[in-house]
């Protein structure tokens, strides 16, 4: 079975400075999709960041950016300069190729303190 | 586009009554997902449907919930009777296959059975 491990509850990180959230998978397929989503208190769940498996460059938005280490089964997600507005949860989420269902791990809850 | 777009954001009903969520897809998205988010099992999927057709309820709980999906802009999640149980916050998200994966979530239902 298909299965998301995000081994940090919670996390807290000083504005402005730089945080790396884990997240490892299991998967005995080639080709698959890994993506990262924040739920602020909003309850909203709104796409990060993905990184398609046969893809050998980490994915980056803005401040976003993935560590896709494909031997190893992980996909750290690191947020630079850190602001207020990224406290939220961050669910890591995998999909195989030819599937279109999102498997999620259990979530970090990310605080920034100013 | 206005998004995925849920129905109510909140519910609160008596332990035995029925209640029905709804979702409106995104226009032209083939598949549609139920999600639910608790804290103690994360988010769970519950169905989904591709191109209106139900493919995948070996989440859905028990008997008491059904979903359909009449067209390819609408679908209703149901539970009946309600139980406290129950109480989580429901969402619905849409994606269109072929386009880079990933999905679109609604802001969620959330719903309280007391």
């Known amino acids: 079975a298909q299965t998301v491990t995000q081994s940090q509850p919670e996390m807290s990180v000083q504005e402005a400075e730089t945080v790396t959230l884990s997240c490892t998978y299991d998967t005995s397929e080639n080709n698959y999709y890994l993506f990262w989503y924040k739920q602020p208190p909003s309850r909203q769940m709104i796409l990060v960041i993905r990184?398609?498996?046969?893809?050998?460059q980490n994915a980056t938005e803005n401040r976003f950016s993935v560590n896709f280490q494909k031997a190893a089964k992980s996909f750290s997600l690191k947020i630079s300069d850190s602001q207020l507005g990224d406290t939220a949860m961050y669910f890591c989420?995998?999909?195989?190729?030819?599937?279109?269902?999102?498997?999620f791990g259990k979530g970090t809850k990310l605080t920034v303190n100013p | 586009d206005a998004g995925v777009i849920q129905s109510p954001r909140h519910e609160v009903t008596e332990m035995g009554q029925e209640v029905t969520l709804r979702c409106k897809p995104i226009?032209?998205?083939?598949?549609l997902f139920w999600y639910r988010q608790t804290m103690m099992r994360g988010l769970e999927l519950l169905i989904y449907f591709n191109n209106n057709v139900p493919i995948d309820d070996s989440g859905m709980p028990e008997d008491r919930f059904s979903a359909k999906m009449p067209n390819a802009s609408f679908s209703t999640l149901k539970i009946q009777p309600s139980e406290p149980r129950d109480s989580a916050v429901y969402f619905c998200a849409s994606c269109m296959v072929g386009i880079a994966p990933g999905y679109t979530f609604g802001s969620g239902t959330r719903l309280t059975v007391v």
């Open positions: 989420a995998f999909t195989e190729g030819g599937s279109e269902k999102l498997v």
């Open positions: 990184q398609e498996a046969y893809k050998q």
């Open positions: 226009s032209g998205h083939d598949y």
